[in-house]
């Protein structure tokens, strides 16, 4: 969402909670390995200029507290299987550190933690429109995709 902001898998009370518990590492398992991070890829692509112009934010996670988070639940049915996803909103707190990378290109990556079974269990993120982008600046256009990191069981 571009002007919105999200996040996944957050820990509060989510009630359709099998990917829940494969992601907490409380699923009953044989596995000999974890879920330990879920990383956040995300790269601008097919762009004539840098980003400037809704770039992504991320927020510090040590700044981010269960009161400052609206929930949207999507569920998704794909016929073979249902999708279940908790999206949300980020209520604004000025003790949140939002921090963005100015004029990203094409070539650079930006890789950021989506979940951790540390601390901080998520990473809100979004875009925001800058007003400060030149007229002849396309708007950015780019991808994000997830790279999950298991660990083994001790």
Same mark, same amino acid.
């Given at each position: 969402?571009?002007?919105?902001?999200?996040?996944?898998?957050?820990?509060?009370?989510?009630?359709?909670?099998?990917?829940?518990?494969?992601?907490?590492?409380?699923? %009953?398992?044989?596995?000999? /390995?974890?879920?330990? =991070?879920?990383?956040?890829?995300? +790269?601008?692509? @097919?762009?004539?200029? *840098?980003?400037?112009?809704?770039?992504?934010?991320?927020?510090?996670?040590?700044?981010?507290?269960?009161?400052?988070?609206?929930?949207?639940?999507?569920?998704?049915?794909?016929?073979?299987?249902?999708?279940?996803?908790?999206?949300?909103?980020?209520?604004?707190?000025?003790?949140?550190?939002?921090?963005?990378? %100015?004029?990203?290109?094409? /070539?650079?990556?930006? =890789?950021?933690?989506?979940?951790? +079974?540390?601390? @901080?269990?998520?990473? *809100?993120?979004?875009?925001?429109?800058?007003?400060?982008?030149?007229?002849?600046?396309?708007?950015?256009?780019?991808?994000?995709?997830?790279?999950?990191?298991?660990?083994?069981?001790?």
């Amino acid at each position: 969402a571009r002007h919105e902001f999200h996040q996944s898998w957050p820990p509060f009370d989510y009630k359709y909670n099998k990917e829940q518990h494969i992601l907490m590492g409380t699923a %009953p398992t044989d596995e000999d /390995e974890v879920l330990s =991070v879920l990383l956040g890829i995300w +790269k601008p692509i @097919y762009m004539n200029n *840098p980003v400037c112009d809704h770039p992504l934010a991320v927020m510090d996670g040590r700044t981010f507290h269960q009161n400052q988070e609206v929930p949207h639940p999507i569920h998704i049915n794909f016929g073979i299987f249902t999708f279940h996803n908790l999206n949300g909103g980020v209520k604004y707190n000025e003790s949140q550190k939002w921090y963005y990378y %100015p004029f990203q290109k094409e /070539e650079e990556v930006l =890789v950021f933690t989506q979940y951790t +079974k540390d601390d @901080y269990f998520c990473t *809100p993120h979004g875009s925001f429109e800058n007003p400060n982008c030149p007229d002849d600046y396309d708007t950015r256009v780019s991808v994000e995709m997830r790279a999950a990191v298991f660990v083994k069981k001790l």
